[in-house]
């Protein structure tokens, strides 16, 4: 094939679905380019179209969807006009996909061996003996320990980054010459993305490998693609290299994405993140011209709703385009989001106080098999010797990778588990050994939650303003049904929700809207401390800006305490007052968010600050991987628990005795074997452009 030919072309896509309401237009007016060994980003708020485009060329719409007019070329072929044996010929073969949740892709009951071979197997003409070694093979590219070990595993017997490598190898045992990837790493811990990213950059290239990959992660979008398309309601409003889009976007949308994302040089006080106003339309609710238009600051009635806009070539750059009426109008280089700085809200007194905490899970064993054996009980430590505290109207973080502990300190803190030893101290009164049933309602009251997955905790039979009003009854907020009315009405203003909204289940909100439900439900009866478990990690970009808006406003108004758990470093460095980081059930760093941020660095610290992705090509950022999984917390190392994957290992004492704690300054506090001068030597992991003092021009509109 030629290099000067595209892999893949969409030519004037449109995309509809039929329902019972009619025809729903899903995708309008869509061209892409692919070429040889190009990277290409598809980016914006869900419901833009992104994943329906890579349906699409997979020919997998369903019964419904329909390519209702334009080309999908693949290597010059319209893929409209090939018989399904061709498709199935070139699915898995020529063209492979990697979805976001990797048990969308893997059977639980066959082990992963026997579903690596079925790919050379029905695609080429080979014996079982080579399908095995190429399986083999191809493990041990996408760099897994032990691929013997893994090849005879079930699913179910891995790690999620193991299974996402897995399906990573799954999809290149053919060498396909377009790889199409949907979220791959949104359910990851934040290292182990950065090793699949790596991973995908370095097998790419080896193989000549050209991909979609669609993201709302833009600094994803940075680490691994040539080119970059930002889509709005179903079409592309921008397009151009990834370096030109994001130091020079010139589409109204493209700025409000960037101002919604936590960037370094993002304050939540100074410099707080602008939410894009208003929402989506739906398909069949576009309006007349630009789709943007009811959102956009710079809507200039009879220009921008007049006829549909068309992409244009932006005037000083070749091979950026973009679609809007006046764009060549607006003064880019002082344009700036409209931040409305907030007053911060000085900490206060000792609210939350945890004091060498541990919670040890015992392992349930087959009896008889515990007997033969003669081993004693085994136990999950959970947690070890945590302490730490919390100030009123303070947002402390928790972050580190999953298994590290953070939600077990959740469930302990809001009594569902009883701590082991230690104690948990609430405005005076020690909680540890008392689980939620046993606690005053007063104390209950004090100490609410809100959760990652809101519809969880939300029942869909009942309205909103029932689920509401029942916290204030039970609590004993108010108890006339008038009060209790309005005072679901306030906290739907609060939460900045229309007071009719009262009336609705949960079915009939976004996942924005019902976020927004729980964060009126945990502060309806005032609460002292707040935990927000990953509360924003589900949620697009501008939904996320808002949400964390929210809550620094609900927190400085009536001066709450927030325990923010996180792996989302960006929103963690914007968010918090304090950090704590936990490996394997330990502390290893705590401190004001400005030291933790900066050096000396816990090695672990450090390693976590490198793999998250920064959406500012001007931001310089070292670059450390770690090796290998964290650690079975049933069999945790000895000496220091992060000694096994530390690439600043120093010897035989790292294996041997646990870390001291080391106070670096007042507040920052390390556990580790180096030395004062090496930890105070080391050099910042991010590193903001030579002129510090004014933020990166991507960075304005936050």
Same mark, same amino acid.
């Given at each position: 094939m030629s290099e000067t030919q595209p892999i893949l072309e969409c030519r004037n896509l449109c995309i509809s679905y039929t329902t019972r309401s009619g025809e729903v237009p899903a995708v309008v007016d869509f061209n892409l380019k692919v070429m040889p060994g190009q990277g290409i980003g598809l980016v914006g708020e869900s419901g833009c179209g992104k994943s329906t485009v890579a349906l699409a060329i997979m020919q997998y719409l369903g019964s419904n969807g329909y390519i209702k007019s334009g080309e999908i070329l693949f290597k010059g072929r319209d893929m409209r006009e090939m018989s399904e044996e061709e498709l199935r010929s070139i699915r898995g073969s020529r063209i492979a996909m990697i979805y976001q949740e990797p048990m969308a892709s893997l059977n639980p009951s066959m082990k992963i061996g026997e579903q690596l071979m079925e790919v050379p197997l029905y695609h080429e003409d080979i014996n079982r003996e080579e399908a095995a070694q190429r399986s083999f093979e191809m493990l041990e590219a996408v760099k897994l320990p032990d691929p013997t070990r893994i090849m005879g595993a079930y699913p179910h017997q891995l790690s999620g980054g193991q299974q996402q490598r897995v399906v990573i190898a799954m999809a290149l045992l053919s060498k396909p010459d377009l790889l199409l990837l949907d979220e791959p790493t949104t359910a990851l811990d934040v290292t182990v993305e950065r090793g699949i990213v790596d991973l995908i950059n370095e097998i790419s290239a080896e193989f000549g490998t050209s991909m979609i990959y669609i993201s709302h992660n833009l600094g994803l979008i940075l680490d691994t693609c040539d080119r970059v398309t930002v889509m709005y309601s179903g079409e592309a409003v921008e397009e151009g290299t990834v370096q030109r889009v994001f130091t020079h976007m010139r589409h109204p949308y493209t700025h409000g994405l960037f101002a919604t994302i936590p960037l370094p040089g993002t304050d939540k006080n100074e410099r707080p993140l602008v939410p894009i106003p208003g929402q989506l339309p739906l398909p069949h609710e576009r309006p007349q011209g630009c789709y943007f238009g009811p959102r956009c600051a710079f809507f200039e009635d009879g220009v921008c709703n007049g006829d549909h806009v068309p992409m244009s070539t932006v005037a000083e750059a070749e091979g950026h385009y973009v679609r809007c009426a006046r764009y060549a109008d607006v003064n880019w280089e002082d344009h700036d989001h409209e931040a409305v700085a907030t007053k911060s809200v000085k900490s206060g007194k000792t609210v939350l106080q945890v004091e060498k905490l541990k919670k040890y899970y015992e392992v349930e064993e087959d009896p008889f098999m515990a007997m033969l054996s003669?081993? /004693?009980?085994?136990?999950?430590?959970?947690?070890?010797?945590?302490?730490?505290?919390?100030?009123?109207?303070?947002?402390?973080?928790?972050?580190?990778?999953?298994?590290?502990?953070?939600?077990?300190?959740?469930?302990?803190?809001?009594?569902?588990?009883?701590? !082991?030893?230690?104690?948990?101290?609430?405005? *005076?009164?020690?909680?540890?050994?008392?689980?939620?049933?046993?606690?005053?309602?007063?104390?209950?009251?004090?100490?609410?939650? @809100?959760?990652?997955? &809101?519809?969880?905790?939300?029942?869909?039979?009942?309205?909103?303003?029932?689920?509401?009003?029942?916290?204030?009854?039970?609590?004993?907020?108010? !108890?006339?049904?008038?009060?209790?009315?309005?005072?679901? *009405?306030?906290l739907l203003d609060i939460v900045k929700l229309p007071r009719e909204f009262a009336n609705r289940r949960p079915r009939q909100l976004s996942g924005g809207q019902k976020q927004r439900v729980g964060i009126a439900r945990a502060f309806a009866g005032n609460p002292s401390v707040v935990i927000a478990d990953?509360?924003?990690?589900?949620?697009?970009?501008?939904?996320?800006?808002?949400?964390? *808006?929210?809550?620094? /406003?609900?927190?400085?108004?009536?001066?709450?305490?927030?325990?923010?758990?996180?792996?989302?470093?960006? @929103?963690?460095?914007?968010?918090?007052?304090?950090?704590?980081?936990?490996?394997? *059930?330990?502390?290893? /760093?705590?401190?004001? !968010? /400005?030291?933790?941020?900066? &050096?000396?660095?816990? &090695?672990?610290t450090e390693a976590l600050l490198s793999a998250v992705p920064i959406a500012d090509p001007e931001v310089q950022q070292k670059h450390i991987v770690l090796e290998g999984d964290i650690p079975s917390s049933v069999n945790p190392p000895s000496g220091c628990p992060f000694h096994t994957r530390c690439p600043r290992k120093i010897g035989r004492i790292c294996e041997t005795d646990v870390p001291p704690v080391k106070t670096m300054e007042a507040g920052h506090k390390i556990a580790c074997h180096l030395e004062d001068d090496v930890l105070n030597g080391m050099e910042p992991v991010i590193t903001m452009p030579d002129d510090a003092g004014e933020a990166p021009q991507n960075a304005e509109v936050g």
């Open positions: 003669g081993s /004693e009980a085994r136990q999950v430590k959970a947690n070890e010797d945590l302490s730490f505290i919390a100030r009123e109207a303070e947002t402390v973080a928790i972050v580190g990778e999953s298994g590290c502990g953070k939600s077990t300190l959740a469930k302990v803190l809001m009594g569902l588990e009883e701590a !082991t030893s230690g104690r948990v101290i609430l405005n *005076g009164k020690e909680l540890g050994k008392t689980d939620v049933r046993s606690r005053e309602a007063e104390t209950v009251n004090s100490l609410q939650m @809100v959760f990652q997955n &809101p519809f969880d905790t939300l029942n869909p039979s009942h309205t909103i303003g029932s689920q509401i009003g029942r916290v204030i009854k039970k609590f004993g907020i108010e !108890t006339d049904k008038n009060k209790i009315r309005e005072k679901v *009405g306030e990953e509360p924003v990690s589900a949620l697009d970009v501008s939904v996320q800006a808002a949400v964390t *808006g929210l809550l620094t /406003e609900i927190q400085n108004e009536l001066k709450t305490t927030l325990i923010f758990i996180s792996h989302d470093l960006s @929103v963690v460095r914007y968010l918090s007052d304090r950090v704590v980081v936990m490996y394997l *059930g330990h502390i290893v /760093e705590q401190g004001e !968010t /400005e030291q933790v941020f900066a &050096p000396p660095y816990h &090695p672990y």
